[in-house]
């Protein structure tokens, strides 16, 4: 079996090869492609991490990238007949992917789920960011800024773990005196998050407009999307509802462009918690803890940080494709 063959490998001074001596170690990466911004981050830091540990343990690697759950299960498929040694995986969508991430497990390959978990199934190790202490946070900034609450929009990403578990720690968190109203799911595009503000601006009166304060988005682009719309509004000398009580735009992620906004804007508070694609990275050295035999968290969380204008320039990398 690979994961003891592999532990062998571990204890024999790190000869990389498994079998009979002729077949090398391979670690694979399977993650969405450019669904939004943030997958493309994923995919620039996956390729780099998984050639450095390949290259520093001489071993082999591949990557793939899905359009489609059906793609990547059916790339899941093809990985295992070609007899990869251990996975690291961002499910599509977990529930999707369940029955690939099985078949991973059960043909005795390592797993690594990464960002989105399987429901009611555990891999040898799951690595994510906190998106429940993303959903806390933010509330927490809510009840410090409004202590005697307010009404917040809330522009959820998609129907996967991520955004039910930012939700849930907002709700668990935030203040019995505020009411939220989930406008819609926006499939983490930013015109999608216009769209919703604006079709929800339009079916709105001034006073409902005026009893929002603040704003809590499920991801970077998105909180660029309601930006987009807010400085249309701003130059539309036809448009006549203000957004004077509007105070405070909440994202997360760690997009540059949201990050260079804080710089310039002027008119409303931002944040963003921290939730870096370059956490892929910690995914792909957990797996080749795995590969070396080596003993590992079943469940690491990486804590997320508040960016704000106070901070921001810590986290400017004009190098950074997202």
Request: aromatic share 10%; proline share 4%.
């Amino acid at each position: 079996m690979k994961k003891v063959l592999s532990l062998l490998v571990a204890l024999t001074l790190g000869l990389m090869m498994v079998g009979c001596g002729e077949d090398t170690i391979t670690i694979a990466v399977s993650i969405p492609g450019a669904t939004h911004g943030w997958p493309v981050g994923v995919v620039y830091h996956a390729e780099n991490e998984v050639k450095a540990v390949a290259e520093e343990n001489g071993w082999e690697y591949t990557l793939v990238t899905a359009d489609t759950a059906a793609e990547q299960a059916n790339q899941i498929d093809t990985l295992i007949s070609e007899g990869v040694d251990a996975i690291v995986m961002l499910p599509f969508d977990g529930a999707s992917l369940k029955a690939a991430a099985q078949d991973i497990m059960d043909n005795d390959i390592y797993l690594v789920i990464f960002d989105r978990e399987v429901p009611d199934f555990t891999p040898d190790v799951t690595v994510k960011g906190d998106n429940y202490g993303i959903g806390e946070e933010t509330a927490k900034i809510f009840n410090a800024t409004f202590p005697d609450g307010t009404h917040v929009l809330e522009f959820m990403g998609d129907t996967s773990t991520v955004p039910t578990q930012r939700t849930a720690g907002y709700d668990d968190t935030i203040n019995a005196n505020f009411t939220k109203e989930r406008v819609g799911f926006t499939g983490w595009q930013r015109d999608e998050a216009r769209s919703l503000f604006e079709n929800w601006v339009d079916s709105s009166s001034q006073a409902e407009i005026d009893a929002v304060q603040a704003i809590y988005t499920h991801d970077d682009p998105l909180a660029l999307g309601i930006l987009d719309a807010l400085d249309a509004y701003a130059l539309d000398s036809t448009f006549t509802k203000t957004f004077d009580n509007l105070q405070v735009i909440a994202s997360s992620a760690g997009a540059q462009l949201m990050y260079n906004r804080m710089v310039t804007e002027d008119t409303y508070d931002l944040f963003s918690m921290t939730y870096s694609p370059g956490m892929i990275k910690d995914a792909i050295r957990a797996c080749e803890k795995l590969l070396l035999g080596q003993t590992v968290e079943t469940y690491i969380v990486l804590p997320t940080v508040e960016v704000n204008p106070s901070n921001v320039a810590d986290y400017l990398d004009a190098d950074s494709p997202f």
